[in-house]
C-alpha cells in the first residue's frame, strides 16, 4: 500500500505553518515597533484584532459552501492567495499613513505629538484594519478545506490523528515565529517582515498544484491505499437502513444544516473555546512585556515564546487518543472522540495557577499557558472531525466553516473585551485576588480560559449525547 495520503497531509501541515507566521507578525511587532510609531495602544491594538476574528468569522461561515462548490485544489489555492496578498499588503499601511497624514518618513511619525499623534493612531489603525481584513478572508478558507481534504484522504479512525498532525502547523508556526519575525523587524524593519512570510504561501501554491488530485484520480494513490481510504463505506450503508435502496445522496441547503443538533453542537464547541487559543496568540508577546518587562527581540523573549509553543507540541498526540479508544474498546468514532475531548477539557485549568506563579519567575506562567494551549490544539483537533464523523462529505465544509464562524465570534468578543479590560484596569488600577492594573485585567482573562472547555464539552454532549449519522 502506498501512502501518500501523508504526504497530502504534510502539505496541509506546511500550509497552516505559514498561515500562523502570517498571523503572528503583528503580535510580534506591534508592541515594540507599530506601537511606537503609530501612537498605538492596547484599545487600538484590541480593535485591530478583534475585527481580523469578526471578518474571519464572517468568512468561514461562506468560505466553506465555496470550498464545497469549487473543490479541494482549487480552494485551497485561492485561500492561500488572497491570504499571501493580505499579509505583503501590510508594508504599505506606514507609507499610506505618511501620506494621509503629511509626513515625510517614519521619525517624524514617533516624534509627532498632540492632535498628530491621534490622528496617526487612528489612520494607521484604519489602514492596518483593511490589511486584516483582506488576511482574515484568506485564512477563513483554510479548516473548511483542510478538514475536507482529510475526509477525502483518510478513513475516520485516523482523520483525529491527520488532523493534529496538520493542526501541529499552527504550533510549529507560532514556534518559527518568534525566532525570525522580531529578528526580520529589528534588522530590515517590520514591514520587511511582514512581505517575506507572505511570500511563503506564493511557493507552497506552486508545490500544490502538481501535488494534490482526489485520491480516485491521483496518480500517487494505488488500489490497495485507496481501499483503506474508502473502508467506511461499509459501515456508513448499516448506519442508513432507513434510506431507499439505490437513492442518490442529496446535498444538503446552507439552511438545512442548522437544522441539525450535530451543527449546533460543533458550533457552540467552537465558540466556547476558540477565543481561548486566539487570546493567548495575539497577546502573549505582549503580556510578557506588560507583566515582566520582557521583549521579544530580547534572547529570552525569544526563548519564553519558543518555550510555549514548544510544549505545544505534545498536541501532536491528542488525535491519537481517540484511535486508541477505538482500538481498544470498540468505541465509535463520535463517542472515542468525547471521551478523549473531556480528558483534554480539564487540563486548561492549570491557566488559574499562571498568575500567581508568575509572581516567582515568568517561566511558570510560560509553560502553564504551553500546556492549557497544547490541550486546546489537542481538542481542536478532534472537534473539528465530530464535523467529518457525522456529515455526508458535501456538506462537511460547509458545517465548518459555520463552526468556524462561530469561532471568529468568541475571537472578536475575546480581543475586544481583552483590549477594552487592560486599558480600564490600567487607568483605574483594578484589583482582583492581590493584583493591580493590567497583572490583575490578564488573571480575570485566565480564569475564563481556564473553564472554557469544560463549558463546551457539557454542551456538546447534551446537544449530541450519541453518536448519529447524517445522510
Known sequence: MTHYRWTICIMMFLALTINYLDRQVLSLTWDEFIKPEFHWNEAHYGLVTATFSIVYAIGMLFAGRVIDWLGTKKGYLWAIFIWSAGACVHALCGIATEACVGLENKMELIAATGDMAVAIATVSMYFFLAARCILAIGEAGYFPVAVKVTAEYFPKRDRAFATSVFNAGASIGALIAPLTIPLLAKYYGWEMAFVIIGVLGFIWMGFWVFMYAPPTKSKFVNKAELEYIEQDKKLEANLIKESAKGETEKKLSFLQCFCYRQTWSYTLGKFCTDGVWWFFLFWTPS?????????????????????????????????????????????????????????????????????????????????????????????????????????????????????????????????????????????????????????????????????????????????????KLIQ
Open 287 to 467: 503580556y510578557l512585556n506588560t507583566q515582566f518587562g520582557i521583549k521579544t527581540t530580547e534572547p529570552l523573549g525569544m526563548l519564553l515564546i519558543f518555550t510555549l509553543y514548544a510544549i505545544v507540541m505534545l498536541s501532536l498526540y491528542g488525535g491519537k487518543l481517540p484511535t486508541i479508544f477505538i482500538n481498544r474498546t470498540g468505541a465509535n468514532p463520535y463517542e472515542a472522540r468525547m471521551r478523549a475531548m473531556l480528558i483534554f477539557a480539564f487540563i486548561p485549568l492549570v491557566v488559574l495557577f499562571a498568575q500567581p506563579l508568575g509572581t516567582i519567575s515568568p517561566w511558570y506562567p510560560v509553560i502553564l499557558i504551553g500546556i492549557g494551549c497544547a490541550a486546546h490544539q489537542s481538542w481542536s483537533a478532534n472537534i473539528y472531525t465530530t464535523v467529518s464523523d457525522m456529515f455526508p462529505r458535501n456538506a462537511v465544509a460547509t458545517v465548518t466553516g459555520i463552526g468556524g464562524m462561530a469561532g471568529g465570534i468568541s475571537s472578536m468578543l475575546m480581543q475586544l473585551f481583552a483590549g477594552k479590560l487592560f486599558v480600564y484596569a490600567d487607568e483605574v488600577q483594578l484589583e482582583f485576588m492581590g493584583f493591580i492594573g493590567k497583572p490583575a485585567g490578564y488573571f480575570i482573562i485566565f480564569c475564563i480560559c481556564s473553564v472554557a472547555y469544560l463549558i463546551g464539552w457539557s454542551i456538546m454532549k447534551t446537544l449530541v449525547p450519541k453518536y
